[in-house]
Protein backbone atom coordinates (compact mmCIF):
# COMPACT_ATOMS: atom_id res chain seq x y z
CA UNK A 1 0.00 0.00 0.00
CA UNK A 2 1.76 3.11 -0.82
CA UNK A 3 1.67 6.29 1.00
CA UNK A 4 0.37 9.15 0.18
CA UNK A 5 0.75 13.31 1.19
CA UNK A 6 -2.22 14.36 1.43
CA UNK A 7 -5.63 11.99 1.26
CA UNK A 8 -8.74 13.79 -0.41
CA UNK A 9 -12.39 12.78 0.54
CA UNK A 10 -13.82 12.48 -2.78
CA UNK A 11 -18.07 12.10 -3.25
CA UNK A 12 -17.09 8.72 -4.80
CA UNK A 13 -14.24 7.67 -2.67
CA UNK A 14 -10.90 8.70 -1.03
CA UNK A 15 -8.33 9.76 -3.41
CA UNK A 16 -4.65 9.95 -2.59
CA UNK A 17 -2.42 12.51 -3.75
CA UNK A 18 1.72 12.44 -4.03
CA UNK A 19 3.47 15.67 -4.57
CA UNK A 20 7.28 16.11 -5.15
CA UNK A 21 7.58 19.76 -3.97
CA UNK A 22 4.62 21.52 -4.77
CA UNK A 23 4.18 19.82 -8.31
CA UNK A 24 1.48 16.76 -7.92
CA UNK A 25 2.46 13.13 -8.82
CA UNK A 26 0.28 10.80 -10.30
CA UNK A 27 -2.27 9.88 -7.44
CA UNK A 28 -4.28 6.62 -6.87
CA UNK A 29 -7.33 5.16 -5.16
CA UNK A 30 -6.55 4.19 -2.03
CA UNK A 31 -7.63 0.42 -1.46
CA UNK A 32 -8.08 0.81 2.31
CA UNK A 33 -10.80 2.05 4.17
CA UNK A 34 -7.76 3.93 6.01
CA UNK A 35 -5.21 5.04 3.20
CA UNK A 36 -1.30 5.47 4.91
CA UNK A 37 -0.73 9.76 5.34
CA UNK A 38 2.40 10.51 4.85
CA UNK A 39 3.13 12.46 7.92
CA UNK A 40 5.85 14.57 6.58
CA UNK A 41 2.86 15.16 4.16
CA UNK A 42 1.35 17.69 6.79
CA UNK A 43 3.67 20.11 4.26
CA UNK A 44 1.71 19.51 1.43
CA UNK A 45 -1.70 20.37 3.20
CA UNK A 46 -2.14 23.46 1.26
CA UNK A 47 -2.04 21.76 -2.39
CA UNK A 48 -4.11 19.06 -0.73
CA UNK A 49 -6.69 21.61 0.41
CA UNK A 50 -6.81 23.53 -3.54
CA UNK A 51 -7.42 20.18 -4.86
CA UNK A 52 -9.68 19.09 -2.49
CA UNK A 53 -11.68 22.63 -3.25
CA UNK A 54 -12.41 21.62 -6.73
CA UNK A 55 -15.45 18.70 -4.86
CA UNK A 56 -17.42 21.87 -3.40
CA UNK A 57 -16.82 24.06 -6.80
CA UNK A 58 -16.31 22.46 -9.96
CA UNK A 59 -15.23 25.26 -11.78
CA UNK A 60 -12.34 25.75 -9.59
CA UNK A 61 -8.96 26.49 -11.55
CA UNK A 62 -5.87 24.69 -10.09
CA UNK A 63 -2.69 26.33 -9.35
CA UNK A 64 -1.33 22.83 -9.03
CA UNK A 65 1.81 21.91 -10.93
CA UNK A 66 1.75 18.90 -12.51
CA UNK A 67 3.41 17.24 -15.70
CA UNK A 68 1.60 13.79 -16.61
CA UNK A 69 3.95 11.37 -18.16
CA UNK A 70 1.93 9.26 -21.33
CA UNK A 71 2.42 8.55 -24.85
CA UNK A 72 1.95 10.99 -27.24
CA UNK A 73 -1.88 9.19 -27.97
CA UNK A 74 -2.56 9.72 -24.10
CA UNK A 75 -1.41 13.10 -23.87
CA UNK A 76 -3.42 14.69 -27.06
CA UNK A 77 -6.52 12.69 -25.28
CA UNK A 78 -5.84 13.98 -21.78
CA UNK A 79 -5.64 17.52 -23.15
CA UNK A 80 -8.83 17.56 -24.90
CA UNK A 81 -9.94 16.79 -21.45
CA UNK A 82 -8.83 18.96 -19.69
CA UNK A 83 -11.12 21.09 -22.61
CA UNK A 84 -14.02 20.01 -21.34
CA UNK A 85 -15.90 22.89 -19.27
CA UNK A 86 -17.37 21.83 -15.96
CA UNK A 87 -20.86 20.89 -16.37
CA UNK A 88 -21.05 19.76 -20.34
CA UNK A 89 -19.52 16.23 -20.26
CA UNK A 90 -18.95 14.61 -23.28
CA UNK A 91 -19.43 11.06 -24.62
CA UNK A 92 -16.01 8.63 -25.12
CA UNK A 93 -17.89 8.66 -28.94
CA UNK A 94 -18.10 12.37 -29.09
CA UNK A 95 -14.56 12.81 -28.06
CA UNK A 96 -13.23 9.97 -30.10
CA UNK A 97 -14.82 12.00 -33.10
CA UNK A 98 -13.41 14.98 -32.56
CA UNK A 99 -9.75 13.03 -32.11
CA UNK A 100 -10.19 11.48 -34.99
CA UNK A 101 -10.21 8.09 -33.23
CA UNK A 102 -12.22 4.71 -31.97
CA UNK A 103 -14.27 5.54 -28.66
CA UNK A 104 -12.40 2.65 -27.11
CA UNK A 105 -8.76 4.45 -27.51
CA UNK A 106 -10.54 7.28 -25.75
CA UNK A 107 -11.49 4.93 -23.22
CA UNK A 108 -8.49 3.18 -22.40
CA UNK A 109 -6.39 6.45 -22.64
CA UNK A 110 -8.68 7.93 -19.70
CA UNK A 111 -8.32 4.36 -17.80
CA UNK A 112 -4.61 5.46 -17.89
CA UNK A 113 -5.21 8.68 -16.34
CA UNK A 114 -2.48 9.44 -13.22
CA UNK A 115 -4.21 12.37 -11.95
CA UNK A 116 -8.07 11.84 -12.47
CA UNK A 117 -8.93 15.11 -10.46
CA UNK A 118 -6.54 17.08 -12.50
CA UNK A 119 -7.17 15.67 -15.63
CA UNK A 120 -10.85 15.55 -15.53
CA UNK A 121 -12.08 11.82 -17.15
CA UNK A 122 -14.90 11.82 -15.37
CA UNK A 123 -15.80 14.54 -17.80
CA UNK A 124 -16.74 11.35 -20.37
CA UNK A 125 -19.18 9.31 -19.91
CA UNK A 126 -20.55 6.27 -22.31
CA UNK A 127 -23.44 6.78 -24.89
CA UNK A 128 -25.54 4.13 -22.60
CA UNK A 129 -24.81 5.18 -19.20
CA UNK A 130 -21.95 5.29 -16.76
CA UNK A 131 -18.37 4.38 -18.47
CA UNK A 132 -15.42 2.86 -17.32
CA UNK A 133 -14.95 4.34 -13.99
CA UNK A 134 -15.38 0.94 -12.78
CA UNK A 135 -12.32 -0.14 -13.58
CA UNK A 136 -10.88 1.90 -10.67
CA UNK A 137 -12.92 -1.15 -8.53
CA UNK A 138 -14.86 1.39 -6.16
CA UNK A 139 -18.22 -0.21 -6.93
CA UNK A 140 -21.36 1.48 -6.62
CA UNK A 141 -19.74 4.33 -5.62
CA UNK A 142 -18.91 5.21 -9.07
CA UNK A 143 -22.31 6.19 -9.21
CA UNK A 144 -20.21 9.06 -8.46
CA UNK A 145 -19.61 9.72 -11.97
CA UNK A 146 -22.87 11.40 -12.43
CA UNK A 147 -21.40 14.16 -10.86
CA UNK A 148 -19.79 15.05 -14.55
CA UNK A 149 -23.39 16.87 -15.29
CA UNK A 150 -22.22 18.74 -12.85
CA UNK A 151 -18.14 18.60 -12.68
Known sequence: MPTYDAVLNAPMCRLG??????????SGFPAR???????AGRAHAPAGSR???????????FDVLFVPSGTPFQLRVWHALMAIPPGHPTTY????KRLGTAARAVGQA????PLPILIPCHRVVAA?????FHAFGIGRAAGGKNLAAGT
Open 17 to 26: ACFTGERADP
Open 33 to 39: RRPRLDT
Open 51 to 61: MDAYWHNPAHS
Open 93 to 96: GTLA
Open 110 to 113: CGAN
Open 128 to 132: SGLGG
